[in-house]
């Protein structure tokens, strides 16, 4: 469940240290949350999810809607932490906390609507299904979308009648101390949503303990397991978004320039930090080389650069650690037979940096083929046709994003709905969530899904009310 191997418990009173990604230096410092700490926030926030269920739709929208109107005003504030204590460039963190201002946005318009009673007939008396929140959801977030990935799941909780823990990843305690100081200054009770700046190994005894009632993770492959498990052994929902490695397929009727900007956009979003990056790019081979060309030169105008400076294009990696991880992918891949086309080296500069990179001839048994690459790093793989190019992307323990890049609109939607085995499939552009879709995946992708309607109701008791006049008839015997 550890982000990182944690050899010894450290005593309450260390430290959590940040790390500026760009310079190596240190940052703030924070004191971590004791087990305690942590079990006594999740009774005072059951306490006060039993009196959140009560309110009204329209007044936990006023407050959804608040927290929305302050992330606009503290845009810039909170771009700039996240590139002190993760790396994002500014550009990309005021577009992240804009897209956390429109999610809050929509779940204070939808979430009525989303949760309103559903009548249904089966065949007498007044049947119907309510959605009825279920109690403190906790959440076990990443860095790489610090305040996203926490919205993403928080808006809907909350207007859904939940309370909630956070414990966020280790590298970005401010941002998690940020979002808490906004969901209070919008005026959600301060028991009800809390930061926890827990240790990864504290979160199974949390997971466990009765005032939690489900837990929601976006993280690694095995931190998903250990969640799993652990709320398993306990019979709690949990909703799991992990890793992938989504496959792009490029076609032969394709307009190559075209294909190599959006595959090269699909790649770079993040710095090639997340989960539905375009990871894969399966070309058939009548166009390979064209589209080789294309996409080094589109990854080319991705340059490395100072975060904290506006059009920046690719800021540090998250930690030096990470780094290294992905050159060591890299070079194991070029030493088993890839072929390399851009990047590749690591600079010779304090710092997480690591350049553009493009691997071609990527086969199964190289990291770039088999593994998820965290990183600006994407992978070319040939295929004689458009059914090897399917076989080829859906042989991946991955099912998070996918994507179909081809003039024939027909033959895009076809492979997109029907072929590609993963929870979202775009044609023609990048992968991206969105409040309005259901976002999640399959596979070692994880199960479940968040936002949209199928997301809020996630986290409700999906209950069926059957209602008939004493007297009116037997009872089924039925089951």
């Not at 978004?241 to 989504?246: C, H, P, Q, W, Y």
């Not at 539905?276 to 081979?285: Q, S, Y």
């Not at 490395?304 to 992905?326: F, H, N, Y």
Request: glycine content about 10%; hydrophobic content about 40%.
């Amino acid at each position: 469940m550890s982000e990182q191997a944690e050899l010894s418990r450290p005593k309450h009173s260390d430290k959590i240290q940040t790390i500026n990604p760009a310079t190596e230096e240190p940052g703030k410092s924070y004191d971590p949350t004791s087990i305690e700490e942590a079990l006594a926030a999740a009774a005072k926030a059951h306490a006060a999810f039993r009196e959140w269920r009560r309110t009204s739709f329209n007044e936990r929208a006023a407050v959804v809607r608040k927290a929305g109107a302050i992330l606009r005003q503290r845009k810039d504030e909170f771009a700039a932490l996240m590139t002190d204590e993760m790396g994002k460039t500014l550009d990309e963190g005021r577009a992240e906390i804009e897209k956390c201002a429109f999610h809050c946005d929509w779940f204070a318009d939808y979430a009525a609507g989303y949760l309103a009673d559903a009548p249904a007939d089966i065949g007498g008396g007044e049947a119907f299904i309510t959605f009825n929140p279920i109690g403190v959801v906790l959440a076990v977030m990443p860095w790489n979308f610090p305040f996203w990935q926490v919205f993403r799941f928080v808006a809907p909780a909350l207007m859904a009648g939940n309370g909630a823990l956070l414990k966020h990843a280790s590298n970005v305690p401010g941002c998690a101390l940020a979002i808490e100081d906004v969901l209070h200054q919008a005026g959600v009770p301060k028991e009800l949503f809390r930061t926890l700046l827990l240790p990864s190994r504290e979160v199974e005894a949390l997971i466990k303990d009765d005032n939690v009632a489900a837990v929601t993770l976006t993280g690694s492959v095995g931190a998903g397991r250990s969640v799993a498990t652990a709320a398993g052994s306990v019979l709690k929902k949990c909703v799991l978004e992990l890793g992938g490695a989504d496959a792009y397929l490029i076609l032969e009727d394709a307009d190559v320039e075209a294909a190599a900007r959006v595959a090269a956009t699909a790649r770079m979003v993040n710095g090639g930090q997340s989960c539905i990056a375009g990871k894969r790019f399966i070309v058939i081979r009548s166009i390979l080389e064209p589209f080789e060309k294309a996409m080094t030169d589109a990854m080319r105008g991705f340059e490395m650069g100072d975060p904290r400076k506006d059009g920046t294009t690719l800021g540090p990696m998250q930690s030096v650690e990470a780094r290294d991880e992905i050159h060591r992918q890299v070079s194991e891949s070029v030493r088993k037979g890839a072929r390399l086309l851009l990047g590749g080296k690591v600079p010779d500069r304090p710092g997480a940096w690591y350049p553009p990179t493009v691997l071609t001839n990527v086969l199964p048994g190289q990291p770039a083929h088999d593994e998820e690459v965290f990183g600006p790093v994407a992978a070319i793989i040939a295929a004689d046709d458009e059914a090897d190019a399917i076989r080829i992307a859906n042989a991946s323990e991955f099912g998070l994003g996918s994507g179909v890049l081809t003039s024939d609109l027909d033959r895009g939607r076809r492979i997109a709905a029907h072929e590609l085995e993963a929870g979202m499939s775009f044609v023609n552009e990048s992968v991206r969530s969105d409040p309005r879709t259901p976002f999640g995946g399959v596979k070692h992708s994880g199960y479940g899904r968040e936002c949209s309607a199928y997301g809020i109701r996630e986290f409700v008791n999906i209950k069926t009310v059957h209602v008939k006049p004493l007297g009116s008839g037997g009872t089924s015997r039925t089951e």
